[in-house]
């Protein structure tokens, strides 16, 4: 039988790659996203994979999802917390709304994508969780106090878990992209792309989503069983921990 995997953010950028890629392995896959409807209807109607719509920061609204998903395909195998939002400004600027709509996105939201999979994950004694961290995690970024906070948390995270789950069966690992061809990325200003950030990766290019997706592909796999609380960099030599 197929194993289920759940993509949130799975609709748009990194996590389409993501969503397709898994499909194309062989797996059932569940796409979420947070509201973008359009762009939501349009992947399904490529790809076949269904779509469910919850904002990850709400816990409620991620079980009751979840649940939905579990009865739809069957108990979820792999889990990609994947959805995030950067909202950039200097210390000094950044407002405590920008703060917290960062971190209950990007840091609560993996917990309350992971948590509710997580004790089916045990009682069966198989799964994988991958979360999409960043580079920006590794060596934090000028406007991006609350973006790194959240991106180096995953890495707690993910070392955490792989401690707890891996007598169950269970992997936790974590990839960090650097720059890739995304909205999220083509929102910054082309100049500050062009002038800035492209010249500080020897690559010379930004990375594109479905070379994050082949690191999340072989993560999941079974080649992938004794590797845990693991980060993959994918990032065109930008930056070496
Ligand atoms: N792009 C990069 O260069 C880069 C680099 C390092 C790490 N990352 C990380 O990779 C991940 C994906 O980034 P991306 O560039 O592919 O982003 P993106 O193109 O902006 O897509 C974001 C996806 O996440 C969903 N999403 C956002 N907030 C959500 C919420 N509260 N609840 C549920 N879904 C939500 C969006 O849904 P809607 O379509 O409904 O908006 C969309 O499907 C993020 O965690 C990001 O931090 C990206």
Redesign the pocket.
């Given at each position: 039988m197929a194993r289920v995997a759940l993509v949130?953010?799975?609709?748009?950028?990194?996590?389409?790659a993501i969503s397709k890629r898994l499909k194309a392995d062989g797996y059932e896959v569940a796409?979420?996203?947070?509201?973008?409807?359009e762009?939501?209807a349009a992947f399904t109607k490529e790809t076949g994979i269904k779509t469910y719509?919850?904002?990850?920061?709400d816990y409620d609204a991620s079980k009751a999802g979840i649940e939905q998903v579990e009865a739809d395909l069957g108990p979820i195998d792999v889990v990609v917390a994947?959805?995030?939002?950067?909202r950039d400004a200097p210390f000094h600027k950044m407002t405590p709304q920008q703060w917290k709509e960062v971190i209950d996105?990007?840091l609560t939201?993996v917990f309350n994508t992971v948590h509710p999979v997580w004790p089916g994950m045990r009682g069966r004694k198989f799964g994988r969780v991958i979360v999409?961290?960043?580079?920006?995690g590794q060596k934090g970024q000028f406007a991006q106090v609350n973006?790194a906070a959240t991106?180096a948390g995953d890495l707690g995270i993910i070392k955490s878990l792989a401690q707890e789950g891996a007598r169950a069966g269970i992997t936790a690992n974590a990839v960090?992209?650097?720059?890739?061809?995304?909205?999220?990325?083509r929102a910054i200003p082309e100049k500050v792309l062009n002038e800035v950030i492209i010249p500080q990766i020897p690559a010379g290019r930004?990375?594109e989503?479905e070379e994050?997706a082949r690191c999340v592909a072989f993560l999941a796999s079974d080649d992938a069983g004794f590797i845990n609380g693991s980060t993959i960099s994918a990032n065109g030599a930008q930056f070496f921990v």
């Open positions: 949130t953010g799975g609709s748009r950028g990194i996590g389409e796409a979420t996203y947070a509201g973008n409807d762009a939501a719509k919850w904002n990850v920061a994947n959805a995030g939002i950067t996105t990007n939201g999409i961290s960043s580079i920006n973006y991106k960090c992209p650097g720059y890739i061809g995304t909205e999220m990325v930004l990375g989503p994050i």
